[in-house]
């Protein structure tokens, strides 16, 4: 029983970090969806967003039985994400003129579109979240003989407490982060890079499903893709960051 215990310790170490790392992504995707309001419904739109983030998670925790089996959840979660990051990327390049970007900034940036825009992107996190949540959970032995939507009562307990601690820590990085991308605006490329490579992830895992099979059901679980997500991840935040500031000194 204790070696269990021990196991089931060490998993949620492991959870906590994971939905930590993953509800900074979600926190960068609010802030650089909400830094364009005034400074009042900033604080309350992020407020909605991370009231959408706590909901979705926690349906996403439940339904998640319904989730690994419905690869087209997925697929969307993955297209919206990618949609995102390609359209601001496409659009910052494509207007050079000043005016013509303060128009097109204006236009479709009213609170509620905005509020509209986080939580969609809430929903995609939260699908991300709770599925590489259960890839781990499921990895534990069975703690008691009940079961929550279709997992272990034990493994579940786990994932929710790892989900709790992911919104906890995403509640006090979306506000620091809205205050670095005004100090640097520079790195709201870098993070749009960041939701689409998140996408890319969602994409993997959406390509990996055994009813899709084109690629490997084991691979977005292995070693070989973490390291290559999180390395290329870390280099974009890196990169971003340190044209951030040299851009600033100049």
């Known amino acids: 029983m204790e070696t269990i215990l021990l196991e089931y310790g060490w998993v949620l170490l492991v959870l906590v970090g994971l939905e930590g790392l993953l509800a900074a992504d979600n926190a960068v995707v609010m802030a650089v969806m909400v830094k ?3 400074k009042d419904k900033q604080k309350k739109a992020l407020f909605y967003g991370l009231l959408g983030a706590f909901i979705f998670r926690f349906l996403a925790l ?20 990618l949609f995102i990051s390609i ?5 910052s ?8 970007v303060e128009e097109k900034e204006k236009k479709g940036s009213g609170f509620w579109v905005t509020v509209l825009k986080v939580e969609l992107a809430d929903i995609a996190f939260a699908i991300d979240s709770m599925l590489a949540a259960v890839a781990i959970a ?18 579940f307990a ?27 605006p520079t790195l709201e490329t870098a993070a749009f890079l960041i939701v689409g490579w998140v996408g890319v992830k969602l994409a ?25 997500f999180w390395t290329v991840l870390l280099v974009i935040a890196a990169s971003g960051y340190i044209l951030g500031v040299v851009k600033n000194k100049k």
């Open 138 to 155: 499921v990895t534990l032995p069975h703690l008691g003989s009940y079961e929550i939507g279709g997992i272990n009562g034990g493994q």
């Open 87 to 91: 359209k601001h990327i496409y659009d």
């Open 158 to 184: 786990v994932m929710f407490l790892g989900g709790v601690i992911g919104l906890i820590i995403m509640r006090f990085a979306a506000h620091k982060f809205v205050k670095l991308l005004e100090k640097y």
């Open 36 to 38: 364009h309001l005034p």
């Open 62 to 81: 439940f339904m998640i039985t319904f989730l690994v089996n419905i690869w087209q959840v997925q697929a969307i979660g993955a297209a919206y994400l």
């Open 204 to 228: 993997v895992l959406t390509l990996s499903h055994p009813k899709v099979g084109i690629l490997d059901e084991h691979f977005p679980h292995s070693t070989t893709w973490s390291i290559i």
């Open 93 to 100: 390049r494509k207007k050079d003129d000043e005016k013509d």
